[in-house]
């Protein structure tokens, strides 16, 4: 009798238990560029690279053909065109110029240029060569490389945890 | 039987029933405590306390109902789960990266979740509903979660021809062409070159034995402990195409006495007019001479030679051709100088240009290389070889083949091995049983196998044939993406119908233009219909595009429109018949369907519109931005200096209207010009003629 309800209570723990015993996943290694679409070399700091997302990686084709050649000091072709023009435009990773601005702001000066925004006609307005996917792509890498990084307005509600 | 024997009896039986309906009962209770505990429901509990915490919680628990989630794709065979615990992947409100995982939304990309499902794109098993079915390698799933830093993979397997989106696919293709992998493996959608490496059966014209022992033994590359790539002592991130076999002592004196005695057709020595060989043996400036005469016709565009600048040694030149800097210890001089006039005589599928070389040329500029270009100490490890004996001929000879080097080699009367090495187009899709790991020590994934296979192939195979590549990291990870695309047809994930089909258009053009376009490789560097070079302009509507006598003046003396570019058009010595000719096919055969050149003059212009045209130029476009004219203005568009003996009038319209409609690849913006405004610019930018005749300074880009 004894017997049977310790063979009962056996059966019935192992059955709690049992589930329990699958191998417990490995937490995966926190490689941000194992988990990244593309990379950007940190211009500050080359050892660094920027892990970027689908539609930051597009910016960064676009930046490379479209405004390269005066948002940064050195180009594919080459010398730089920054150093030419007055006033001097900023390099794209300049966060401490650039975080201020709001999306809808760079996104405005980009399609609409310079001179609509009353700033220098020297920036083209682009909303007629690029789409309005690739502006938006150009602003989230803009905000991905930007030196100081840049935070995102604070959303409301606390943050939360899964766990 | 007594009965209280049987009575005894029923009570066992009775509590053994009991015990085993308990046991019953607590088997069947243990299914829905199963389900009740399961993870999908830990996680769809949790999305719906985080949604709470959200303030737009209303919009995110809209679709939300406990229970499996599935996408189900039946043309595809999709049939995906993942959204059960992924269910935030479509709320654009969680796409940051404060969002806890597995709530976190999909950043954004142009296929949506609904049509294609995930496991097409990322892998893993779609129909499991346990975290680690899903993502991992289970007994019964071999096709684990890709890492999204070789997610473009997925993109190759439906999009074979390259789109601009998958920079890291494409430059991984790029690799696998450039270090001719295609030699030993046949490669979904890459195709065999004409040649891959240089033809050998005249090369013992070309190169001593000493030579061909220290390339077979050290192809020019050492690699340091950091990885570092040095090419003749330089570091560099353009490796030569030939790696590094493992060769030992024997083998090396083998094929070097093989190769060595390759001297069938040896080409046919030129004589240098003994007068310029007089005028220039004694002058001290010789060598002086040569080099100038290397860099005017610009070389470099395609070779590299090691020059220090500021204080660090670096390879400054293009890479189509071969480095250079030691090349004086590496030819014998007498082939050079045939090489130099005509190297489709040595090599039928050069694509080095056959230039008019002036006697003066030729023999300075060979001094240059022969005499300058030169390291002592190159042979200095290469042990006293002799001349060759016959058995060690007849063991190269043998082993030319075994080691598969007439897989890009080609030698006349060997014949070629296609697919020496083992079929690759569906090693994107095997699975781990599938592969063979030998001892090394790393994780059982496709995609560490294929990263060790290519960084040490001996690694994973002590016996492997296949030679030793110096990659960095960056170009492992790309090369890795590229062949994880090739799944052997994409039959298995059934969109083959989807597959959008790699392109090879050719422009082999006849005639007399076409044997001119074959004399100086005109596409290698420019592009004509989709096929050729990028290194130079497309040329595809240069007719169009340029005047007939800027296109004369242009060949026969390029210069560069372009300040910032080191890059320039090499001079090739055309005569004017050659220069009209190609002039003549360009302005007929390479024009645009969006430029009418009968439809605006130069005598449409008044001097009103242009002096409109100077002032939208200068005040409300800012043009000088970017163009240069004269001395003043930017670097990123050509020099306008010259444009109105350049361009053609109803290009310069056409192109102030939609450059992109013109060269899709134009960085100049579209603007709203009216057409009045457009007309004033032409206007004004038709009256910029340089004074000097424009050959003298004309233009490259």
């Known amino acids: 009798m004894r017997k049977a309800a310790l063979a009962l209570a056996l059966v019935a723990a192992s059955l709690v238990v049992l589930p329990a015993c699958k191998r417990a996943s490995p937490a995966p290694k926190p490689n941000p560029l194992r988990q990244a679409y593309g990379t950007q070399q940190d211009w500050n700091n080359p050892g660094h690279l920027f892990p970027l997302d689908y539609q930051q990686t597009q910016g960064k084709r676009i930046f490379y053909e479209k405004c390269v050649w005066c948002h940064a000091d050195s180009t594919p072709a080459g010398p730089s065109n920054r150093s030419n023009l007055n006033p001097t435009p900023p390099l794209i990773n300049d966060g401490a110029t650039l975080n201020p601005l709001s999306d809808a702001y760079l996104e405005n000066v980009i399609t609409l240029g310079g001179a609509a925004m009353g700033k220098s006609a020297i920036m083209p307005p682009w909303g007629r060569t690029l789409t309005q996917e690739d502006i938006r792509a150009l602003v989230a890498y803009i905000r991905a490389v930007a030196q100081p990084p840049y935070q995102r307005p604070a959303q409301p509600g606390p943050r939360y945890s899964t766990r | ?701």
């Open chain 2, 1 to 701: 039987m007594a009965a209280e024997d049987m009575g005894k009896v029923s009570k066992r039986l009775r509590i053994a029933f009991a015990i085993s309906s308990v046991i019953f009962l607590a088997v069947l209770a243990v299914s829905p405590v199963k389900d009740y505990l399961s993870e999908w429901r830990h996680y769809q509990n949790g999305y719906a306390q985080f949604a709470e915490s959200r303030p737009d919680t209303k919009t995110l628990l809209a679709d939300f109902h406990v229970g499996i989630n599935q996408i189900w794709v039946p043309k595809m065979g999709v049939v995906d789960r993942c959204t059960t615990c992924h269910l935030g992947i479509t709320q654009a409100s969680l796409n940051d990266s404060s969002v806890p995982e597995p709530y976190r939304a999909h950043s954004y990309i142009p296929h949506h979740v609904e049509d294609w499902g995930c496991v097409v794109c990322h892998r893993g098993q779609g129909r499991a509903t346990e975290v680690s079915e899903a993502h991992e390698t289970t007994l019964a799933w071999e096709r684990p979660i890709l890492p999204i830093s070789d997610i473009q993979a997925s993109c190759g397997v439906c999009h074979r021809a390259d789109i601009p989106e998958t920079p890291r696919l494409n430059h991984g293709r790029e690799l696998l062409t450039k270090f001719n992998c295609v030699g030993c493996h046949h490669l979904e959608g890459i195709e065999r070159p004409a040649m891959l490496g240089p033809d050998l059966t005249n090369v013992g014209t070309k190169v001593s034995r000493a030579w061909i022992y220290k390339w077979l033994n050290e192809p020019r590359t050492l690699t340091d402990a950091q990885g570092n790539v040095t090419v003749d002592g330089v570091v560099t991130g353009n490796e030569p195409r030939m790696p590094k076999f493992n060769l030992d002592e024997k083998e090396l004196r083998g094929l070097s006495a093989y190769l060595s005695s390759l001297q069938s057709h040896p080409p046919e020595p030129y004589k240098i007019n003994p007068a310029v060989v007089a005028k220039w043996q004694k002058n001290p400036d010789t060598v002086q001479r040569g080099e100038l005469r290397f860099r005017q016709m610009f070389c470099s565009d395609c070779h590299a030679l090691a020059m220090v600048r500021a204080g660090t040694t670096e390879l400054i030149g293009g890479d189509i051709g071969p480095e250079l800097t030691k090349v004086g210890s590496k030819v014998k001089p007498d082939w050079l100088i045939s090489w130099l006039r005509d190297p489709q005589a040595y090599l039928p599928n050069a694509i080095m240009p056959r230039y008019h070389w002036s006697d003066e040329d030729l023999y300075t500029v060979s001094q240059y290389l022969t005499t300058r270009l030169t390291d002592p100490d190159l042979l200095s490890d290469v042990p006293k070889l002799g001349p060759a004996p016959q058995d060690e001929i007849a063991l190269g000879k043998r082993l030319f083949v075994e080691k598969g080097c007439s897989s890009c080699h080609v030698i006349e009367g060997v014949p070629v091995q296609k697919d020496f090495g083992p079929d690759l187009s569906g090693l994107g899709s095997k699975t781990v049983s599938e592969l063979y790991f030998g001892n090394a020590k790393i994780p059982h994934t496709l995609v560490s196998y294929i990263e060790a296979k290519i960084s040490d192939p001996h690694s994973v195979n002590p016996a492997a044939r296949m030679p030793q590549y110096h990659l960095t990291q960056a170009d492992l990870d790309d090369i890795t993406t590229a062949l994880l695309s090739m799944n052997g047809g994409a039959k298995r994930l059934e969109v083959a119908d989807l597959t959008v089909p790699q392109k090879h258009p050719e422009f082999h053009p006849a005639g007399e233009f076409g044997k001119l376009y074959d004399r100086y490789k005109c596409s290698v560097c420019h592009r004509f219909n989709g096929y050729g070079g990028t290194l130079a302009p497309d040329l595809s509507y240069e007719g169009s595009r340029a005047q007939r006598q800027w296109i004369i003046n242009f060949l026969k003396n390029p210069g560069t429109l372009r300040p910032t570019l080191t890059v320039r058009m090499p001079q090739f010595n055309m005569t004017d018949e050659e220069a009209g000719t190609i002039a003549d096919y360009l302005k007929t055969a390479m024009q645009s369907p969006d430029v009418d050149l009968s439809s605006v003059s130069a005598k449409d212009f008044t001097p009103q519109m242009a002096a409109l045209g100077k002032q939208l130029y200068e005040v409300k476009y800012q043009c000088q931005s970017c163009h240069t004219i004269g001395s003043a203005g930017g670097y990123v568009g050509p020099a306008l200096t010259n444009v109105a003996n350049w361009m053609t009038p109803a290009w310069i319209e056409a192109w102030l209207k939609n450059p992109q409609a013109l060269d899709p690849q134009a960085i100049e913006p579209r603007r709203d010009f009216t057409p009045q405004e457009i007309q004033a610019m032409t206007a004004y930018l038709l009256t910029l003629k340089q004074a000097r005749p424009a050959g003298a300074s004309g233009g490259a880009r």
